[in-house]
């Protein structure tokens, strides 16, 4: 999980502006932080299923919620549907029609709980569900 953590935050930072210097390419294409999210799409089914915790099943985690962040970016710069769906299934795993999160425990008040809940803004502001 560290590994995947430790690629995703460096090419989240810098894949996107060392690839707006190449004008002679598909600058979108040929972005580190693309070639990465095309990985983790082709190899993960979910956006859990990458981490030991895959056998488990999904969490509200920390480090799902920085992966769900990754995604939501790399949708808002490609404007590529699948990352955009692959966040909102971890939300529709998780959450259900009452808005209760599965697994989370309020009295926890845990601040790495907190990051999953970044998407919701997101998903909030395109669909209007909550």
Do not use: Q
Not at 1 to 19: A, D, E
Request: include cysteine.
């Amino acid at each position: 999980m560290k590994t995947l953590i430790s690629l995703l935050i460096p090419l989240l930072l810098f894949g996107f502006k060392s690839s707006e210097k190449s004008t002679k390419v598909d600058v979108k294409a040929n972005s580190y932080a693309v070639k990465m999210g095309e990985t983790c799409l082709l190899k993960y089914p979910s956006i859990w299923s990458w981490s030991e915790e895959r056998v488990r099943g999904p969490k509200w985690a920390y480090a799902y919620g920085l992966v769900a962040s990754s995604f939501i970016e790399l949708w808002e710069y490609t404007g590529d549907e699948r990352y955009w769906n692959r966040v909102k299934d971890y939300a529709d795993t998780l959450i259900d029609n009452n808005g209760i999160i599965k697994g989370y425990k309020k009295k926890d008040y845990n601040i790495d709980k907190i990051n999953s809940g970044k998407m919701l803004f997101h998903l909030y502001k395109r669909t209007g569900e909550f």
